[in-house]
T-cell receptor, first 114, second 112 residues
Framework: QKEVEQDPGPLSVPEGAIVSLNCTYS??????FMWYRQYSRKGPELLMY????GNKEDGRFTAQVDKSSKYISLFIRDSQPSDSATYLC??????????????FGQGTILTVHP | NAGVTQTPKFQVLKTGQSMTLQCAQD?????MSWYRQDPGMGLRLIHY???????DQGEVPNGYNVSRSTTEDFPLRLLSAAPSQTSVYFC???????????FGDGTRLSIL
């Protein structure tokens, strides 16, 4: 079983919809949680970065972390065609140099159609 | 400020050849990492470095070698290329282990 599980989709929604993306994980030592967006033939771009449990909002994006359930989510409000991309969850932690080692989910392919 | 720069963008190799993928960052970041991305697998850590002269293995290190002689550069060497190493390779850097990593745009490598 993978350390981080993410539904690969693909997920297709109409413009303006609320999108919910999720990851579960098994390593309770993870403390830092990230969401990256990756457009075709480009590198991952950091969207959201949170430490420990709680919510964080940035414009149309909200990240939630529930460490007790080992579950993280990314919500996209008023989705736009420009949001069409692959979304990757990533996490790290555990002490020492483990903080610099990211473990990724498989990525979810999202398409927002006009 | 160029961020993380990877060269080349594309490369085709024959089995058994060696090559070096270059990665440079101009943000004075201490942490640098190499990942490979394969369909359905997400990104997997190959090697990482927490500063000049210090490197360590990640999840899939076999067949790859790294060194870090300067803060700016972190090259990845393929010693004897194999078809299983066909992948997209990403380099990333961060100021510290508790800060998010910033990625380059990748090197697409095909091994025939």
């Amino acid at each position: 079983q993978k350390e981080v599980e993410q539904d690969p989709g693909p997920l297709s929604v109409p413009e303006g919809a609320i999108v919910s993306l999720n990851c579960t994980y098994s390593n309770s030592a993870f403390q830092y949680f990230m969401w990256y967006r990756q457009y075709s033939r480009k590198g991952p771009e950091l969207l959201m970065y949170t430490y420990s449990s709680g919510n964080k909002e940035d414009g149309r994006f909200t990240a939630q972390v529930d460490k007790s359930s080992k579950y993280i989510s990314l919500f996209i409000r008023d989705s736009q065609p420009s949001d069409s991309a692959t979304y990757l969850c990533a996490m790290s932690g555990g002490g020492g140099t483990s903080y610099g080692k990211l473990t990724f989910g498989q990525g979810t392919i999202l398409t927002v159609h006009p | 400020n160029a961020g993380v720069t990877q060269t080349p963008k594309f490369q085709v190799l024959k089995t058994g050849q060696s090559m070096t993928l270059q990665c440079a960052q101009d943000m004075n970041h201490e942490y640098m990492s190499w990942y490979r991305q394969d369909p359905g697998m997400g990104l997997r850590l190959i090697h990482y470095s927490v500063g000049a002269g210090i490197t360590d293995q990640g999840e899939v290190p076999n067949g790859y070698n790294v060194s870090r002689s300067t803060t700016e550069d972190f090259p990845l060497r393929l010693l004897s290329a194999a078809p299983s190493q066909t992948s997209v390779y990403f380099c990333a850097s961060s100021y510290s282990g508790s800060q998010p990593q910033h990625f380059g745009d990748g090197t697409r490598l095909s091994i025939l």
